[in-house]
């Protein structure tokens, strides 16, 4: 670790936009600073089990079998355990410098890891296994959480007097967090009953849908806003797009979801219509923030970012695909889930953790050393070096589930798992070197 002489703003690995270093990120309340990183711990781990269950869920994926138990109950580590409680953690640091309002409550916070990150646990085993039990206790709790975060974040959105693209895409994503819990139950309880018979294929689609752009892309697209300008140093592009993408995919999401839950093929056909021009929107937005950037040289962080806006596209293509094929063609959906949530939206996460988490470890470790000493540079913080060769485990994984999934090929899909493990075990390495810098 080369120590530099520390600048008055955080270093410009991750320079801050025009105000940010007077905001601080909301990072002045060391409460929000450890909320954060427990969420973050959490998402660690839920990630780890989550690639060791690809593996033994690879030759189902090669089948095209997603929705058996064990697929799912893997899928929701996923959704629930690394991204979601990854986004929590992230609108605790985020959530003030996009509105300009401080969190309603950071109790309420401990309050729904407390209860959210057991529930998942508890409920993604129950899925696997097809627990009853396990079912029940893990949707209680989870779903408590859900309700207390959902509440807070809704009583921060009310205070703030800044209602831009950010704040509605928030606000959305919120609305569609509690839609997906809902239909979280009602196919919870047809496990049990059975009463969906035949819709059960297509509510399944509607629940992933919502969760994974109604909650989680639109969180994405609205986050970027602000992210994206910042870590690239690309500030005065038109952010116009960003408008188009939350507008298209929040209604294409509804749109979608209508047909699909009544069986209207024109419905469903419109609302993927709408969401592949929001996909669409949103990479050309991201494109020109790339674009613009100062900086020529793309470090590691916004490589994962990039990369996870290709397989969005891929994703895309494979989408009207899906939905012509249905049923018929298994593997295709399955493809077209592991292009958009592993390939595109896991890896865009990813990418920016290697922003902000460093960033958040620097300010704990070193922000009152400044001026008195010398202080590491954030991006001394963890391995360049390690976080590329993750990025090219995790890429080539990607590309080869879902190379292997379509061909239905087995023994490419446990290769593909094999290498997105060795990829996840690079980054908690990472992590793990982040979190114990030196104080």
């Known amino acids: ?26 990072l002045g309340n060391s409460g929000s600073l450890r909320l954060s990183g427990l969420h973050f711990g959490a998402a660690m781990l839920f990630l780890l089990a989550g690639a060791a269950g690809l593996f033994w869920i690879a030759p189902d994926l090669a089948a095209g079998r997603f929705p058996e138990a064990r697929v799912a109950g893997v899928t929701h580590l996923f959704t629930l355990g690394w991204l979601t409680t990854t986004i929590f953690g992230a609108l605790y640091q985020l959530l003030p410098v996009a509105l300009g309002t401080p969190v309603r409550s950071e109790r309420a916070g401990y309050a729904s890891l407390l209860t959210f990150v057991p529930g ?21 709790l989870l779903s408590a959480g859900i309700l207390v975060v959902a509440t807070n974040v809704a009583l921060t959105l009310r205070r703030a007097t800044r209602r831009d693209v950010t704040w509605w895409a928030i606000a959305l994503a919120l609305t569609a967090l509690t839609s997906t819990l809902v239909l979280g139950v009602v196919l919870l309880h047809n496990l049990h009953t059975g009463f969906l018979e035949a819709a059960r294929f297509r ?13 989680a892309l639109l969180m994405i697209v609205g986050i970027s806003q602000r992210l994206l300008p910042m870590f690239l140093l690309s500030h005065g592009v ?19 979801a209508t ?12 609302g993927v219509a709408l969401l592949e021009g929001g996909v669409i929107s949103f990479i050309v937005q991201a494109t020109l923030f790339f674009r613009a ?34 049923t018929t063609q298994p593997r295709i959906a399955t493809a077209y889930v592991i292009a958009g ?99």
């Open 1 to 26: 670790m080369s120590p530099v002489t520390a600048p008055p703003v955080p270093p410009p690995s991750v320079a801050p936009a025009p105000g940010f270093a007077s905001a601080q990120m909301g």
């Open 120 to 140: 998942t646990a508890l409920f993604a085993a129950g899925v696997m296994r097809n627990s009853t039990m396990l079912h029940h206790a893990g949707i209680a």
């Open 203 to 215: 509510m399944l689609s509607v629940h992933l849908h919502v969760a994974l752009v109604g909650w």
């Open 238 to 256: 038109d952010a116009r797009w960003s408008t188009r993408a939350v507008a298209l995919l929040a209604g294409g999401v509804a749109v979608l």
């Open 259 to 270: 047909g699909l839950a009544l069986g209207a093929p024109i419905a469903a056909w419109l």
């Open 293 to 326: 950037r100062v900086r020529r040289r793309i470090d590691v962080g916004m490589r994962f970012v990039a990369t996870g806006l290709l397989f969005l596209a891929g994703a895309a293509v494979l989408g009207p695909m899906a939905l012509a094929f249905g």
């Open 341 to 439: 949530l592993l390939g595109g939206i896991v890896l865009y996460v990813v990418g920016h953790f290697y922003k902000v988490v460093p960033f958040l470890a620097w300010i704990a470790h070193y922000r009152g050393r400044m001026g008195r000493e010398t202080v590491p540079a954030v991006a001394d913080l963890y391995s360049s070096r390690v976080a590329t060769v993750q990025w090219a485990l995790m890429s080539v994984a990607c590309a080869i589930l879902i190379a292997g999934t379509l061909a239905g090929h087995a023994h490419c899909t446990r290769v593909g798992s094999v290498l997105f493990a060795a990829g996840v075990l690079l980054f908690t390495s990472q992590i793990i070197r982040v979190a114990r810098s030196p104080r």
